[in-house]
């Protein structure tokens, strides 16, 4: 009985850890994630983690093009937005279904699958656009993520 008891604990405790979500090497649910760079169709992203202001865990992964010699945000051409929203929906197998208009110059589409939000913005600035993406696991229970944060 006492062997069960502490397998059973060992699996209980290591559960989270096993099950962690990890984007490009962040770990959502840790705190001191570390921003990373990624290059896919052309397009180079800064992956940044996003750190909850009152636990200073991470709850999500944002997505900002950035020009790939100096890693300095950049804005995106219409051919370019539109390969960045692609390498979206099949990096997270996703649909954006939502779609907001905030004025003639600004969309914003979002998809909710699971619990996880997936938001990607666009912009216009003069000709081209400023974008990113954000995968959101704002809806964590505060309370059992501040139990799993190393």
């Known amino acids: 009985m006492k062997t069960i008891l502490i397998l059973f604990s060992?699996?209980?405790f290591?559960?989270?850890r096993a099950f962690a979500q990890n984007i490009e090497g962040i770990t959502i649910g840790d705190k001191g994630q570390?921003?990373?760079f990624i290059t896919k169709g052309g397009i180079t992203d800064q992956l940044m983690?996003?750190?909850e202001e009152d636990s200073d865990y991470c709850?999500?992964?944002m997505y900002l093009p950035v020009n790939n010699d100096t890693?300095?945000?950049t804005t995106l051409n219409q051919d370019e937005c539109k390969e960045f929203e692609r390498f979206v929906k099949s990096e997270y197998t996703i649909e954006l279904e939502e779609r907001y208009n905030y004025n003639r110059n600004s969309v914003l589409k979002t998809s909710l699958v699971d619990n996880i939000e997936y938001e990607i913005n666009f912009e216009k600035?003069?000709?081209e656009y400023d974008s990113f993406f954000v995968?959101?696991?704002g809806d964590f229970d505060k309370k059992g993520a501040q139990e799993n944060v190393k």
């Open 59 to 61: 709850s999500g992964v």
């Open 14 to 16: 290591s559960l989270p």
């Open 10 to 12: 060992v699996i209980f």
């Open 34 to 36: 570390q921003e990373t």
């Open 49 to 51: 983690p996003v750190i």
């Open 71 to 73: 890693h300095i945000a």
């Open 135 to 137: 995968v959101w696991y």
């Open 125 to 127: 600035v003069g000709e």
